[in-house]
């Protein structure tokens, strides 16, 4: 008898967690091991059961494989070593903490009562947090949302509940998780799991949903960066702004007015902007197609269940011509449309369509052609829809196709070819602000999910470096920790190592110039190139945050 069997007898009851590879009925199989089951998907489930019923489990027929669970690490520790942010922290090295600096988060708002977010007296270390998915009284020269301020905070922590006073939460809990490894000071784990940038002040915007829970407008980003700012500049300190949202609407060149304004507001105060490259690499969003005059291209796009409206953005040089047409599963089409017919209206096959034939702008050279679909009755027919896209006078022949960012349940929306380039989302697409693409800093390995840019040496090459973003520990909403996943959590791992920069440069006066674009190079100099491929490229950028290194490298150059 070996240990295992010996602990089973000498503790029968006592109940163990079990991941199971399964088939058919779960039901079926909880109930035969009188376990409790958790469905995962159709085919991984978590069974908890008593231990004496392991030796049974592989008796049960509809189970295929199953495996105790696996202890596990925690990543921020991990992590932040790894991107040389605890290194910089460090009272023997820099002792730098973002004490002097704003960190900003612009996301689903914050649980303003975590400890990781009060100082120790239990008082709060948000500026301001200015909720726009309420009506109240916004910041001066805005129209909507409710400010609360750091007085306003601090009456709400001293009462016995909270949220009737600042009736502020973080339903989605992505903005607290972000919050987190910016700035987070770790008290809940005795300064363990601390942040980026744990004695910097915060400034939050709780962005107002849309449609689908997570989602919201690039209008409200706008007026986020724009007071986040403002108010740094008021305060006289500098700010270093983070924001994980994205969109696939737009040329993702940088040439759209969402990119355009928020390069503009990096270039007004001490401000550092961070953006996370979005996690659409392998969404199957993307398409790009070389067309040659006279010759039609297929391109099948697989609608998922469900879909009431959906768009389709081509993006073309406007020195080509070419003629769309767009076929339903059930072969009807809108017919061969060209740019002579500049808004073109159909319904086909239970769908309402627009098709819009765009014009340059004073921004860009290219041209697009929007074709918007929204359901009549119903939702859009769940099968593959083919556009046909015709060459008639080709200079240049290239064009690239997006769809938009979908909820995780829908993700059966995508293209049957598409390619994995040229997937980093706006406003991250932006020039000048720092685009944060995700990495496996357990595995030095790169992920699959994390947007990829353009080959380097085009306009908008992107990402301008990688961060850790797989398994990150960090706050949740009601206290304690949990684990999160996605470019998301690579860009506050920016964020704060930018206000640790500005901190060492600007508050104590090293180099009072240490923001915007000389953040950004500093941290692309000396990002770790591991790997014997060229950089920058696509996928790495300029290699991974190297805090500790970018700090030694300014240290050198003002001696």
Known sequence: MNLQERFIRQNPEQLVEVIIKYHGSLDLIAEQLGAVAERLNETYAILTLPLGMLPYILSVPNVEYYELPKTVYT???????????????????????????????????????HPDFRNPDGTTRILY???????????????????????????????????????????????????????????????????????SDLIIVKLAPYEVPGFSRSTDIMRGVKFCIDTAQYLGMPVSINISYGSNDGAHDGSSLLE?????????????????AGNEANTGHHFFGKIQEGHTEYVDVAVGDNYMQLFISLWKNFADTLTIELIAPNGQSTGVINQLQPVTHVTVSGARMVILFGQPTPFTFNQEIYISMVGVSGPIINEIWRLAVTGVDIVDGSFNIWLPLTPVPTRSTRFLLPNVENTVTLPATAQRVITVGGYNSLLNTSTAFSGRGTPYGTFGQKPDLVAPAVDIL????????????????????????????????????????????????????NAMRNFAIEYPNSTWGYGTLSLNDTLDDMVFLVQ
């Open 260 to 276: 355009g304004f928020i390069d503009s507001e990096s270039l007004r105060w001490k401000t550092v902007i961070s953006v996370a």
């Open 129 to 199: 947090i200015w909720d726009q998915s309420v009506e109240g009284t916004p910041p001066p020269g805005f129209r909507s949302g409710q400010l609360y301020t750091r007085e306003d905070i601090n009456m709400a922590l001293a009462s016995e509940d909270p949220f009737t006073v600042v009736p502020e939460q973080d339903f989605i809990g992505h903005g607290t998780a972000v919050a987190g490894i910016a700035a987070g000071n770790g008290a809940t784990s005795g300064g363990v799991e601390r942040g980026a940038a744990p004695e």
């Open 474 to 525: 960090s706050a949740k909403v009601g206290g304690g920790y949990d684990s999160f996943t996605g470019t998301s959590m690579a860009a506050p791992f920016i964020t704060g190592s930018a206000a640790l920069m500005m901190e060492w440069g600007i508050v104590r006066g090293n180099d009072p110039f240490l923001f915007g674009q000389r953040v950004k190079a500093f941290l692309c100099r």
């Open 75 to 113: 990543q921020l520790r991990r992590s932040m070593s790894a991107s040389g942010v605890y290194q910089v922290q460090s009272p023997v090295r820099y002792n730098l903490t973002g004490r002097g600096v704003i960190v900003a988060i612009i996301d689903s708002g914050i649980d303003y009562t």
